[in-house]
């Protein structure tokens, strides 16, 4: 994946049974990755359907409600 914006990249490989992420620049993108996955999964893991999908000129944002 890459953040040409953010110039941060990060790329996952698999040998075998084992992964190998690799991340570069200012942001490290596969910790958001992460991070996101493991608040996804403490909110019950929401269905596509409850998910929020907010543009602004100046940003976006997709986040489910926790109710």
Known sequence: MVDVEAG???ALTREGEQWTVRQGGPA???D???DHLLRWRADGSP???RFEVIV????????????
Not at 56 to 67: F, G, L, N, V, Y
């Open 8 to 10: 941060a990249w990060a």
């Open 28 to 30: 490290q993108l596969w």
């Open 32 to 34: 958001q990755v992460e």
């Open 47 to 49: 269905a596509p359907d």
């Open 56 to 67: 602004t000129p100046e940003a976006q944002r997709i986040t489910w409600p926790k109710s």
